[in-house]
């Protein structure tokens, strides 16, 4: 009869051992939410990228998340593949302007760098180009995507027999998009897209467009970009360094945790000492 009362006892404390764990858990987030910020903060206020960042390989780019690109080019509106529906990411014009139908698409667009050669050979089954850069220029509602794709043939026919102008993108790399329960795999080949992946989508480097407005050589119109006007929500560059959950709300989470270890232990070791007094 010893044993059952002694595992008893340590049965007590099991509950106050578990949300000590988790204290220290969220203590470790905050720990790495930090170095993220650190490593954030320092990488933004580095000079930003150009067509250098071809040269490096995918081990440094993933390194360099938060690094700002500035690249010259031309849209390509035609090849444009739209992502989604998926919520919109963040509670602003583009939201509001959609609260009948909260849901819309990431506009995934591929950008003609300056002094490169249109790519001409498909990479998926559904005769996707393989471009060497594609850029989610932003989410637009649902109920903006036939607009969206009217501005586009506009554009195309504006543009027919003139040279297009140059543009000049500032962007960030975009995180690669794994497939989980919510959100399903890509199709390609029946050009049906559901998650941010450059390989799906026939890119080799993806990059997420900013929402500060980029300096234009002389003679562009806002007239053509298909996107003008219309409720685009992007991220901006003060938007980056900052996360859904801060370290601070971790800090707030482990003291919960740790309070109710406290308040456990308590009980537990109340009733440890309510069994010797009865047993006596």
């Known amino acids: 009869m010893i044993y059952p009362r002694a595992w008893s006892r340590l049965i007590s404390y099991v509950p106050a051992s578990i949300t000590l764990g988790l204290g220290l858990w969220q203590l470790d987030r905050r720990r ?19 067509e250098s960042i071809f040269s490096q390989d995918r081990g440094t780019l993933e390194t360099q998340r938060y690094r700002l690109v500035r690249l010259q080019g031309e849209w390509v509106h035609h090849e444009t593949r739209l992502v ?24 995934v667009t591929p950008f003609r760098v300056a002094g490169t050669e249109q790519p001409n050979v498909p990479q998926l089954d559904g ?32 543009l027919t027999g003139h040279v297009e102008h140059q543009n000049s993108l500032i962007a960030v790399l975009q995180k690669t998009e794994r497939s989980t329960f919510f959100i399903p795999r890509n199709h390609p080949a029946e050009h049906k897209w559901f998650r941010l992946d450059p390989t799906d989508l026939g890119g080799e480097l993806l990059l997420a467009e900013l929402a ?36 601070e709300t971790h800090a707030g989470y482990s003291m919960t945790w740790f309070t109710l270890s406290a308040a456990l232990g308590f009980l537990g070791w109340y009733r440890n000492r309510r069994l010797l007094l009865d047993k006596r």
């Open 32 to 50: 790495e939410k930090i170095e993220q910020l650190n490593d954030c903060r320092e990488q933004v206020a580095l000079p930003p990228l150009d």
């Open 127 to 158: 005769g996707l180009i393989n471009w060497p850069v594609l850029v989610n220029r932003g989410w637009i509602p649902r109920l903006e995507v036939n607009e969206y794709w009217q501005r586009v043939r506009q554009v195309e026919e504006n």
């Open 212 to 247: 500060e407005p980029a300096s234009t050589i002389p003679g562009e119109t806002a007239q053509n970009d298909p996107l003008h006007d219309l409720s685009v929500s992007r991220p901006l560059t003060a938007e980056l360094c900052q996360f859904y959950i801060s370290p």
């Open 84 to 107: 989604g529906p998926r919520p919109c990411p963040r509670g602003d014009q583009g939201a509001q302007a959609s609260a009948a139908d909260p849901y819309g698409y990431f506009v």
